[in-house]
């Protein structure tokens, strides 16, 4: 059977008496783009919150490769790999777009302070990091960029650059609450393109909070549908669409 690189087990979240998330079951995939949809207040930002340590849950599991990861910390799991994006990330504005790559490196590993004594297995680790950043450079399409000050470029390219430069780090599981926010139609598009590419070619797990399906279905894998707290519907983006309730909680909001 397949648990999923990441697997979520009745999580519940109250604050005071709003049921936030109210006994969640989810998994997330290595190399699969999950979308993550729903009404205002249904709970996805506390989802993707437990998720990433932000809360811990009042009840339920989480799990990251079959281990008890609940309890971890928010920098213990990103040291795991397990990272919330977007909100957090934070460029160096002056330094070269390879730069804010390359300072990223590996900082999910601890392998820096070990290999430290010696010195042949750090010039072979740097031109590992080159070459894996010129490869990430190349996926999030900044490659032509890579000598620009990271404070030079748009505010869709930076949020790619943000992107890549988690994965610099080492992340495999990536949380994104609604990282296409503020952004126009067409640049929002090509962020979620890059990160379509991303999860395919490096087989990341990730799960992304997105209001405007129209942009967002064609890049999905899968989508996940929240309504009260509650997963109501599960599956490509095709069926979800067609599932009543998902139907309904969509339009309710919109008629609202
Ligand atoms: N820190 C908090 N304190 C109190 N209530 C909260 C808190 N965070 C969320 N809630 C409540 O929990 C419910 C779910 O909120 P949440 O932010 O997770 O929804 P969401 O699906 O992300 O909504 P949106 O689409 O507006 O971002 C809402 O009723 C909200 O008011
Ligand atoms: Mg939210």
């Not at 490196?105 to 820096?112: I, L, P, R, V």
């Not at 890549?164 to 990282?179: C, F, K, N, Q, T």
């Not at 209001?211 to 707290?229: E, I, Q």
């Amino acid at each position: 059977m397949d648990d999923g690189l990441v697997k979520c087990l009745e999580l519940v979240k109250s604050f005071g008496g709003v049921r936030a998330v109210e006994g969640v079951n989810l998994s997330l995939h290595a190399g699969v783009f999950s979308l993550l949809i729903g009404p205002n207040g249904s709970g996805k930002s506390t989802l993707i919150n437990l998720i990433a340590g932000y809360y811990y849950p009042d009840s339920g599991k989480i799990l990251m490769h079959g281990k008890d990861i609940t309890r971890l910390k928010p920098h213990e799991r990103f040291s795991i790999g397990l990272v919330r994006t977007f909100q957090t990330a934070r460029l160096f504005t002056s330094l070269t777009v390879l730069d804010n790559l390359l300072l990223a490196a590996g900082t999910t590993e601890g392998e820096n302070i070990r290999i430290a004594p010696f010195r042949r297995k750090w010039l072979v680790r740097e031109m590992e990091m080159v070459e894996k950043a010129y490869q990430i450079l190349e996926l999030v399409g900044l490659e032509k960029l890579r000598d620009q000050p990271a404070g030079k470029l748009s505010g869709g390219q930076m949020k790619l650059l943000e992107l890549g430069r988690v994965v610099m780090s080492g992340a495999r599981v990536i949380l994104m609450d609604e990282p296409t926010a503020g952004l126009n139609p067409v640049i929002a598009e090509s962020v979620l393109s890059h990160i379509r590419r991303l999860v395919t070619e490096l087989g990341l797990a990730t799960l992304l909070v997105e209001h405007r399906l129209d942009l967002a279905m064609k890049y999905a894998d899968k989508v996940f549908a929240m309504f009260n707290g509650r997963l109501i519907g599960e599956g490509s983006p095709e069926e979800v669409l067609t599932i009543p309730d998902v139907v309904e909680s969509y339009l309710g909001e919109r008629l609202a």
